[in-house]
T-cell receptor
Framework: EAEVAQSPRYKITEKSQAVAFWCDPI?????LYWYRQILGQGPELLVQ????????DSQLPKDRFSAERLKGVDSTLKIQPAELGDSAMYLC????????????????FGEGSWLTVV | AQTVTQSQPEMSVQEAETVTLSCTYD???????LFWYKQPPSRQMILVIR??????QNATENRFSVNFQKAAKSFSLKISDSQLGDAAMYFC??????????????FGQGTILTVHP
């Protein structure tokens, strides 16, 4: 069964350092999401791509976070500089479509990348 | 903006018994999707069940079923014959139906389910 791949699974970094996470969605999925999940809370959307275009980054802290999906396939989320409050799970997810039809409406998640900032 | 509320931070159930998790949402849209996701301690989010808003019939998946009340904006999950493997954090989620919001998925705060042997 196809899966959303994420790496690294675990990352420990010092405050003010740069960190990057990679995501490879399920093949053929046009929509890609990055979520941040603090322990014990629900995931919050950071950025959503439709193919290579950003369609929602309203909750992305743009002074330190950036995301790209250059060829409309895999994606990278970067944090520079990392702060203590960035410690969280970063989840990548994908879906076939952007919800405009009743097919391909399920969103599939990767295993997540757990970030600890010290 | 849509909001999703799960009013039960924690629930517990005896093995083989039935438990219901509550979820309410706020929206002005008429077309949308609703989901229940399960997140075990391993952390991967797994889809449990989904419901399209236009369907009046409640969705079922084996031991999992929902009670979808569109007018009341309520979407509860019933787990029958609970098993130890059902222990996890459960999230209710709302997805917009395309348009300018491109199918944004919004989560509730989650409910921790404990299953007692």
């Amino acid at each position: 069964e196809a899966e959303v791949a994420q790496s690294p699974r675990y990352k420990i970094t010092e405050k003010s350092q740069a960190v990057a996470f990679w995501c490879d969605p399920i093949s053929g999925h046009a929509t890609l999401y990055w979520y941040r999940q603090i322990l014990g809370q629900g995931p919050e959307l950071l950025v959503q791509f439709q193919d290579e275009s950003v369609v929602d980054d309203s909750q992305l802290p743009k002074d330190r976070f950036s995301a790209e999906r250059l060829k409309g396939v895999d994606s990278t989320l970067k944090i520079q500089p990392a702060e203590l409050g960035d410690s969280a799970m970063y989840l990548c997810a994908s879906s076939l479509g952007g919800g405009q039809s009743y097919s391909g409406n399920t969103i599939y998640f990767g295993e997540g990348s757990w970030l600890t900032v010290v | 903006a849509q909001t999703v509320t799960q009013s039960q931070p924690e629930m517990s159930v005896q093995e083989a018994e039935t438990v219901t998790l509550s979820c309410t949402y706020d929206t002005s849209e008429s077309d949308y999707y609703l989901f229940w996701y399960k997140q075990p301690p391993s952390r991967q989010m797994i889809l449990v069940i989904r419901q399209e808003a236009y369907k009046q019939q409640n969705a079922t998946e084996n031991r999992f079923s929902v009670n979808f009340q569109k007018a009341a904006k309520s979407f509860s999950l019933k787990i029958s014959d609970s098993q130890l493997g059902d222990a996890a954090m459960y999230f209710c989620a709302y997805r917009t139906f395309g348009g300018t919001s491109y199918g944004k998925l919004t989560f509730g705060q989650g409910t921790i389910l404990t299953v007692h042997p």
